[in-house]
């Protein structure tokens, strides 16, 4: 009997295959847990601890099925530019996963034991990841079952070290409800930095899961805090494994969707009816989050300046390109783009001569084999200059 391989199976294959040489096993001597416990670290492409290239930290928990797929799917977003590289730590559960993940289930909250594991995670991984890695400020943790209600737990901390809590299969206490509302969760719009909260559904549940996640996807739906982003998702399938090969991508989507490049989407909902003042500081925004979140210095991606130039171009006559020329060279001093548009607003203001100047400067940070320098360097001769 041939058994029939998922494409999403086989590139999980081939990118265990490619990543095991990036992975260390470390033993943390925990003074909350076992007196030791293994954790699995895998350090994506081009890391350097030379470099001052920091990168976002994902904790797996349940990593004994969910680390592998975490880490190939984490690959393949970098790959495509859709999430940045990230160095993530797998922290299995012990034999007896009640001894780490669950809860008391007259009042929902940790156990004695749960506490402990939750106290190692927070004091002793996070810590020591942080200690000796170059890690940037972002932080995700994803789970599976009992360890997602675990992972909500770090929303009742006061100071927030946790930015995405990705909730897959999530198997929730009964109080979970009121536990969420007593964490205080409008304090983080206080806080200068942007959080995620990802749960899934899935007809694979029992009908008392579906009920219960769906509540609370409803109470969540309700909340009002700018920079909490809720992300109810509902995965149609029937099987629980399938569940979780779908879920983990998207919740991925939605957590990086800020470092992705300017969608459709993304324009229509947030840029396109601004003022092109408006426009500018919000690409500006999207970049210095970028490189302050995620640690990546992108400089700016043409395609993104693509998208806002109509609106720069288009309304207020072009008033405000000296100023998107100038944010560009903020951003990204070695793109011919900044000077193009600063040379283009003082030629549509008929001073021929700054206008050349520009022209000039940023034909000269191009490569003579770019397909686009003869097309810039149209500029300089269209205007006299030799």
Known sequence: MMIKKSPLLIFLFFSICIFSQKIITKTINSDYVDDKR?????????????EE???????????EYLFDAYVGNAVLFAAKDKAPKQIIVGVKMTSTRKKDTYFNRNNGNLTVENKKFYQFLRNEVIFEIESNYKTSPFISIIAEGTSANLATTFLAEQTPIINAYVCINPT???????QLQNYNLPGL???????????????????NKQTKISQLQSGLSSLEIKNFNIIND???????????????PR????????????SKEEFDKNIKDLSPIDAISYLENKYLDIEFLF???????EQDVFAVEKIVIEKENGDQLLNFGKMILKLFPSSPLGNYYIGRYYEEGKNIKKALYHYKIGYGKMDPADPNADAFYEN???LGGQ
Do not use: C, Q
């Open 38 to 50: 293994e954790i699995k670290i895998y350090l994506p492409e081009g890391y350097d601890a030379k």
């Open 53 to 63: 290239k920091n990168y976002p930290l994902a904790i797996v928990l349940d990593a």
């Open 172 to 178: 929730f206490s009964d109080f979970i409800g009121t």
């Open 189 to 207: 719009e206080k806080e200068d930095n942007t959080f995620y909260f990802y749960t899934n559904n899935s007809n694979s549940f029992s009908a």
């Open 234 to 248: 509902t995965i149609n399938t029937n099987s629980s494994i399938s569940a979780i090969s779908e879920a983990m």
């Open 251 to 262: 919740a991925i989507t939605k957590v990086f969707e800020i470092y992705s490049a300017i």
């Open 295 to 301: 640690g990546s210095n992108l400089g700016i991606r």
């Open 380 to 382: 300089v001769l269209r």
